[in-house]
């Protein structure tokens, strides 16, 4: 069954996102609600030890200044002020230090405060680089001229029971990110208790982390289980367009040129190497994550992007 009542509604939504001007955001947008709906949980994950007492603006000064979550904290022992910046991150970023840092100047420079910046690595993929961050010479004296320290949460090394029995429902949606938590029966156990506690804004997070997640045979018993949350996820444009188009012969090309405009319409010097390293990509999965990606990052960290499509592309045919 289509999600769209009639073809030709199904063409403009395919005709926008050719054009780049639907650039989705969805990991971000549901890491930041679930953070903002209970920001303690979420520092207790990543920072044990303070205590949350509001939001500031994520704005900074500055071009592309735009961090995910600035919370302000104070110590439990001790009160004393910190604030707490935060970001959630897909897919591996070489350059996620160096932007945690850039961030983390840019607050204090503003607030006047101490502040710390951490992030949340959401996919399976190559790990962040650990902290610390380090400035080197080669000159004895001055071998080190900076290290910046930073928490990082891979979601993939934490454990489903541990976060469950923390007890806090802002927590549960991101179980199947977890090590295992894409199991059936951690999924069902997941979405009955959003159901059971009425909590249908959590559900749906879940429900859609879960649908990216779980394997094929997963996908095909959330639908039968959940057809109201299957049918409103469908209703989502890119959605529909990358996972039911995928059982289309052009399902991929489409996906392809979805991201391939978006990098044209932000950076048109880029499009002819856009063209060639995601004409490269195969992978609907990938390609799914690629467009909200290469729609909010840098244009320098749009080209390591397409350096590194080129890169995986050449070892794949070398492994051959």
Same mark, same amino acid.
């Given at each position: 069954?289509?999600?769209?009542?009639?073809?030709?509604?199904?063409?403009?939504?395919?005709?926008?996102?050719?054009?780049?001007?639907?650039?989705?955001?969805?990991?971000?947008?549901?890491?930041?609600?679930?953070?903002?709906?209970?920001?303690?949980?979420?520092?207790?994950?990543?920072?044990?030890?303070?205590?949350?007492?509001?939001?500031?603006?994520?704005?900074?000064?500055?071009?592309?200044?735009?961090?995910?979550?600035?919370?302000?904290?104070?110590?439990?022992?001790? +009160?004393?002020?910190?604030?707490?910046?935060?970001?959630?991150?897909?897919?591996?970023?070489?350059?996620?230090?160096?932007?945690?840092?850039?961030?983390?100047?840019?607050?204090?420079?503003?607030?006047?405060?101490?502040?710390?910046?951490?992030?949340?690595?959401?996919?399976?993929?190559?790990?962040?680089?650990?902290?610390?961050?380090?400035?080197?010479?080669?000159?004895?004296?001055?071998?080190?001229?900076?290290?910046?320290?930073?928490?990082?949460?891979?979601?993939?090394?934490?454990?489903?029971?541990?976060?469950?029995?923390?007890?806090?429902?802002?927590?549960?949606?991101?179980?199947?990110?977890?090590?295992?938590?894409?199991?059936?029966?951690?999924?069902?156990?997941?979405?009955?208790?959003?159901? +059971?506690?009425?909590?249908?804004?959590?559900?749906?997070?879940?429900?859609?982390?879960?649908?990216?997640?779980?394997?094929?045979?997963?996908?095909?018993?959330?639908?039968?289980?959940?057809?109201?949350?299957?049918?409103?996820?469908?209703?989502?444009?890119?959605?529909?367009?990358?996972?039911?188009?995928?059982?289309?012969?052009?399902?991929?090309?489409?996906?392809?040129?979805?991201?391939?405009?978006?990098?044209?319409?932000?950076?048109?010097?880029?499009?002819?190497?856009?063209?060639?390293?995601?004409?490269?990509?195969?992978?609907?999965?990938?390609?799914?994550?690629?467009?909200?990606?290469?729609?909010?990052?840098?244009?320098?960290?749009?080209?390591?992007?397409?350096?590194?499509?080129?890169?995986?592309?050449?070892?794949?045919?070398?492994?051959?």
């Amino acid at each position: 069954m289509s999600s769209f009542p009639i073809r030709k509604q199904r063409e403009e939504v395919v005709s926008v996102m050719l054009w780049g001007s639907i650039m989705p955001q969805e990991w971000d947008r549901s890491m930041y609600y679930l953070i903002m709906v209970d920001p303690q949980a979420y520092l207790d994950l990543i920072l044990p030890g303070l205590r949350y007492l509001g939001c500031l603006p994520e704005k900074l000064e500055g071009p592309h200044l735009v961090m995910d979550a600035l919370l302000k904290t104070e110590t439990i022992e001790g +009160r004393h002020p910190l604030l707490v910046h935060l970001e959630s991150e897909t897919y591996h970023n070489p350059k996620m230090p160096e932007r945690l840092l850039e961030y983390n100047k840019a607050a204090r420079e503003k607030h006047k405060v101490d502040v710390i910046s951490g992030v949340f690595h959401l996919q399976g993929d190559t790990a962040i680089e650990p902290s610390p961050l380090i400035w080197e010479t080669p000159l004895e004296e001055w071998s080190r001229v900076l290290t910046f320290n930073y928490p990082v949460v891979e979601m993939k090394d934490l454990i489903p029971e541990e976060i469950r029995d923390r007890g806090r429902a802002a927590l549960l949606p991101i179980l199947p990110l977890t090590n295992g938590g894409a199991e059936r029966s951690i999924v069902q156990g997941m979405l009955d208790n959003l159901m +059971r506690i009425k909590r249908p804004d959590l559900f749906r997070i879940a429900f859609r982390m879960a649908m990216r997640k779980v394997s094929a045979q997963g996908r095909k018993w959330l639908e039968k289980e959940y057809p109201m949350e299957y049918d409103a996820l469908r209703m989502d444009p890119l959605y529909w367009i990358l996972q039911e188009d995928s059982r289309e012969e052009g399902g991929v090309q489409t996906a392809q040129q979805i991201a391939i405009n978006v990098v044209a319409k932000r950076f048109p010097g880029l499009k002819q190497r856009a063209q060639k390293s995601i004409a490269a990509v195969n992978d609907l999965e990938r390609l799914q994550e690629l467009v909200p990606e290469l729609s909010v990052l840098s244009q320098e960290e749009v080209d390591e992007v397409l350096e590194r499509l080129c890169k995986d592309q050449l070892q794949e045919e070398t492994d051959l």
